[in-house]
């Protein structure tokens, strides 16, 4: 695969990203739009410009990885995938049909290129401070990246997760918030609110970053930071907008767990031309 | 055949103790067995393997679901996590992880419960394990083993050592007496018959299994030959040995030290009924236990080998005539 750090070749990958989620869910029927579409600049930094890692060789050992810990967000981290060479684009329109490797939420035993079955929230962090753990004992400079959401963090494991990883300085994994404020029920903050997320990071002992989730330069101005910062984890809280690229998906709760209906795909992918 | 029929019964090393010898032989052995556990290392003797190989021992505190989780990432890179802790608190707190992060993506993690059973005596039970076999066995692809004394410990920690896929070994905290000799086979997946016999059998798991040989040098008294099998692998179940037992002898006694509807009974009748029905008798757990000593607790709550006595002359009298 090509890689690029130029935020323009970024950008058009990001709404090549956007088309195929729409388009994906849209055909499924079901699925999660609003979350995958707040992660598409993040995911798209990270495959195209962050991390080191090669399609051709999905289990290298040194490769960096990435665990999408809010596992309903599978179609951003299927398009992506695929669109890096890992597993076929034109199969991304059987997403949760029977026996596609594009489970409703990310299965290895489907999708053997993915880093983790994930769906069950608050667990992925956990796996990624093991990873992380793990790479260290080898002597590997390989870097952990996992994908949380602001729901996701009021399951009580990330808060066993985040002391651990601060208290053993498991300082090559790196945790995103996608804050997007919306989860199923609802806004975050009429469910059971998460704020604040940045001050809570911190005070679990992570080096903390606060960013626009969608500007990507400050993305990958972030990332290069956590790189950096030894010593201890990273948390980059990303403020994105949920549904983010289609306006009508945008800060809209409906669209957390419902499918666009065919003249709302069409309606979506003119905005995203 | 039988290993001996001479059981002198006596006391060994709490299985625990032996989990914590056998972690360390396997680590010096291979670089890639390492160790998670919540602030019970002093406990469940995973003390020994910290003390020699520190960097390879992760503390994860009283976290138990992110210590699950931790040790299916470390698997993930290759290693060979041993994660344990008292059995009630790893597999009731950390089950979910069991289930999502080693079953379902079939991840390399072994987990060790110790304190199983009401055998802990005092600490009654908040600290005790009832139901985690139910817990395990519940788990596709694992292999679920409950050995009876320190030789079987070994044998089953360096068996898991080997063996790529989730598996639950389940460890006691009191000294429990010596079944098996040293150099004594034991296959995970094939019970041990350790008593020949034609009247009865009785099948055991860990403690029970020396109140089954208690049980049967009572009924040999009464003249009634009973066969006694330890079934220390629980999933996948030996269901020839099984069979042949229910074929043979006619009428069968499940004793454990775990709730009894849903433990090792509940596997042997099920397999029986698909292979070779017969009379069987429980002998188990109802509810909940409570404090006391190592020895009473159980005694009280019926897991003695004059409650296994009495449960074979009820299978018996239940044979077809």
Redesign the interface.
């Known amino acids: 695969m090509q890689k690029t750090n130029d935020p323009h070749e970024l950008a058009e990958k990001a709404k090549i990203i956007r088309r195929h989620i729409v388009e994906m869910i849209g055909a499924a029927k079901s699925g999660h739009p609003g979350g995958s579409l707040s992660a598409v600049e993040i995911l798209v930094t990270l495959y195209w410009d962050v991390m080191r890692h090669d399609p051709a060789h999905p289990k290298w050992?040194q490769r960096d990885r990435f665990i999408l810990s809010k596992g309903h967000a599978a179609p951003v981290l299927y398009a992506v995938m695929a669109e890096c060479g890992y597993c076929p684009v034109d199969e991304l329109m059987t997403l949760r049909k029977m026996g596609s490797i594009y489970q409703g939420h990310p299965?290895?035993?489907f999708l053997p290129a993915l880093?983790?079955?994930?769906?069950?929230l608050?667990?992925g962090l956990?796996?990624?401070?093991?990873?992380?753990?793990?790479?260290k004992?080898?002597g590997f400079d390989s870097r952990v990246y996992v994908m949380i959401g602001d729901g996701e963090s009021q399951e009580?494991?990330i808060w066993?997760?985040a002391?651990?990883g601060a208290?053993?300085k498991v300082d090559n994994v790196c945790c995103i918030v996608d804050y997007n404020k919306i989860q199923l029920d609802g806004f975050v903050k009429d469910i059971l609110d998460v704020a604040p997320v940045a001050e809570k990071w911190r005070a679990f002992g992570w080096h903390t970053l606060e960013i626009d989730g969608h500007d990507l330069g400050a993305v990958q101005a972030a990332f290069a930071e956590a790189a950096a910062t030894k010593g201890q984890p990273t948390c980059i809280v990303a403020n994105t907008i949920k549904g983010k690229g289609v306006s009508f998906m945008e800060n809209n709760p409906k669209f957390h767990g419902v499918a666009p209906t065919p003249q709302e795909v069409e309606l979506a992918l003119k905005e995203l031309a | 055949m039988a290993l001996t029929t001479n059981y002198e019964l006596k006391l060994g090393a709490a299985t625990r103790e032996a989990f914590g010898r056998a972690l360390v032989e396997v680590a010096r052995e291979n670089p890639n067995v390492v160790g998670c556990d919540a602030d019970l290392s002093k406990s469940t003797m995973m003390t020994y393997f910290a003390k020699e190989f520190p960097t390879r021992f992760f503390e994860c505190g009283i976290a138990e679901a992110n210590m699950v989780a931790l040790g299916a990432g470390l698997a993930m890179t290759g290693k060979i996590p041993f994660v344990s802790s008292f059995s009630c608190f790893v597999m009731n707190k950390g089950f979910e992880q069991l289930r999502t992060t080693v079953a379902y993506p079939r991840v390399n993690v072994k987990v060790v419960g110790t304190h199983s059973g009401i055998s802990i005596g005092e600490d009654g039970p908040s600290q005790m394990s009832i139901e985690d076999l139910a817990l395990a066995c519940a788990l596709p692809g694992f292999t679920v083993i409950s050995p009876a004394d320190e030789v079987a410990t070994r044998a089953t920690v360096r068996w898991a050592a080997e063996h790529f896929g989730g598996v639950f070994i389940r460890c006691g905290r009191a000294k429990v007496p010596v079944i098996y000799a040293a150099d004594a086979k034991i296959e995970i997946g094939k019970a041990n018959l350790l008593l020949p016999g034609r009247d009865v059998t009785l099948v055991a798991h860990g403690l029970m299994v020396a109140e089954c040989l208690r049980a049967a040098a009572a009924l040999d008294a009464e003249g009634i030959s009973a066969r006694v099998l330890d079934v220390h692998t629980l999933k996948p179940l030996d269901e020839e040995i099984l069979a042949a037992a229910a074929r043979e002898t006619g009428a069968l006694v499940v004793a454990e030290e775990h709730l009894v509807d849903s433990g090792l009974g509940a596997r042997v009748a099920q397999a029986l009924a698909r292979r070779a029905p017969a009379p069987v008798e429980f002998i188990g757990l109802e509810t909940y236990a409570e404090s006391g000593t190592p020895e009473g607790v159980p005694a009280k709550y019926g897991l003695t080998s004059q409650n296994v006595v009495a449960a074979a002359r009820r299978a018996m009298a239940r044979k077809a005539s």
Do not use: C, F, I, K
């Open positions: 050992p299965d290895v035993r880093e983790a079955s994930t769906g069950s608050g667990e956990s796996l990624a401070l093991g990873m992380g753990s793990g790479l004992l080898d009580g494991q066993e997760a002391m651990y208290y053993h």
